[in-house]
RNA sequence: GCGAUCGUAGUUCAACUGGUUAGAGCACCGGUUUGUGGUACCGGAAGUUGCGGGUUCAAGUCCCGUCGAUCGCCCCA
């Protein structure tokens, strides 16, 4: 007989358990709990739409939609592309679902996203982020509130430490205009020092130039002109408005006038939480305002603004989460005392206590396992304690045990 | 898509410049204790050294390919 070979995990996808999956799941309750305070409502989105949602959003940037997303075709022959990102689904479903009569939308989700991209550290084919958006708010008011919903997230989780939120402004679009014009006007002068990379960038894409990591880039970067110079009264009334809200929000930032975004549909605000401590994966959540989005999707002009954070790597920097001690082991000797331990075990669970019953193995094994996970009772159950209508309920701090009437047996467990 | 490093029990790692039967900790199972844990001791099971090919008297070790992982580049919606 030949050996089945059993099937590999597709590359770039993962399994978790344990604490891994304990870690992943304080993020998203964490999320969950801490967008309730701001007044995010929860959607659900499919998981995957047709291809045009995110082409036709994501626009000219050619990598992205030509090397990086998981497109194929369905048997009907319509191509469909499994979610690279949630904004522009999330954009999608306003415009076909009428959600325009909710303006200002304050809406929350999380859930995989799949991009065909080599694995790294915090980098995944089926990654996992959670993702905040108001769409149909002009005002600054909504940068605001989203940024300091990320912050308080991030505190909340214990990661604001070593993270800094790195702030940006695009500019309207005449002040990016602009400022899009002279910086090529800039980096072509110095065509000739450029990176390779850069030279290429420069065609397709010339603002993310600034954020080069070539070392022969960064002086040509350094000394290319700040959007600033070019800021229109509106665009740069908007910016103040923004880190003024942020100050007195208590939300701490840095202007970090390199920090740019690859899609043209950007506007104002750019923003990105960035730690050290993940190698060069080290964006944290991050986010902007990206009024011309909407209308890509054939909408009319509908500003918004966002943010995403990818999970996995958030679970990579809190703090292991405490695992909840058992409150109850049952460990029932015998068919009769197994029997008798189901109704008990209700009772402790529906008392809302953690309980457990050990199900194989002699005592010592099970007192092994109850010890094992943290249990503050051992409920011992035997035929001599079936006889008296007892359990020797044994406390595994102290180590002390005596009988307990099978009744009042939740009330001898409950704590005080 | 490109570059570098790495792949040995469930897991974390050993095995000198190629040389007998590939070892250990933890975890697992059993025992010392026919109903009592967090210690200790004894024993057991567990590997086609990722996979395929090559060189050699001999390959975990060298070479080629492939798959995967890790780190970086590209990209980052």
Known sequence: ?????????????????????????????????????YGFGRIEVPVFEPTAVFS???????????????????????????????????????????WQQFAPM????????????????????????????????????????????????????????????????????????????????????????????????????PLRILDSKEAQDRPIADSAPDIDAFMSADAGKFFETV???????????TRMARLVRGLDYYRHTAFEFVTERLGSQGTVLGGGRYDGLIEALGGSHTPAVGWAAGIERLAMLIDAPAIEPLDVAIIPMGEAAERAAYGLLANLRRAGLKSEMGWRGNMKKRM???????????????????????????????????PVAMDVLVDAVSPR
């Open 368 to 402: 092994q396992r109850a010890a094992a996970a943290g249990a503050r009772f051992a409920v011992i159950l035997g035929d001599e304690e079936l006889a008296q209508g007892v359990a020797m309920v044994k406390d595994m701090t102290t180590g002390e045990q005596h």
């Open 1 to 37: 007989m030949s050996k089945i070979e059993t099937p590999r995990p597709i590359r770039g996808t993962q399994d978790m358990h344990g604490e891994q999956a304990e870690r992943f799941h304080h993020v998203v309750h964490t999320f969950d709990r801490v967008r309730r305070l």
């Open 56 to 98: 036709r959003s994501l626009g000219e940037t050619t990598d992205v939609v030509s090397k990086e997303m998981y497109s194929f075709e369905d048997r009907g022959g319509e191509s469909l592309t499994l979610r690279p990102e949630f904004t522009a689904g999330i954009a999608r479903a306003y415009l076909t679902e009428g």
């Open 243 to 253: 880190t003024k809200g942020l100050d007195a929000a208590g939300v701490k930032w």
């Open 106 to 205: 304050k809406v929350a989700t999380h859930g995989p996203l799949f991009r065909y991209e080599r694995p790294q550290k915090g980098r995944f084919r089926q990654f996992h982020q959670l993702d905040a958006e108001v769409i149909g708010a002009p005002e600054p008011a909504a940068d605001i509130e989203l940024l300091c919903f990320a912050d308080q997230l991030l505190h909340e989780l214990g990661v604001a430490d070593g993270v800094t939120l790195q702030l940006n402004t695009l500019g309207d679009t005449e002040t990016r205009d602009a400022w899009r014009t002279a910086l090529v006007a800039h980096f072509t002068r110095h065509e000739g020092d450029l990176s390779a990379e850069s030279r290429d960038r420069l065609a397709k894409n």
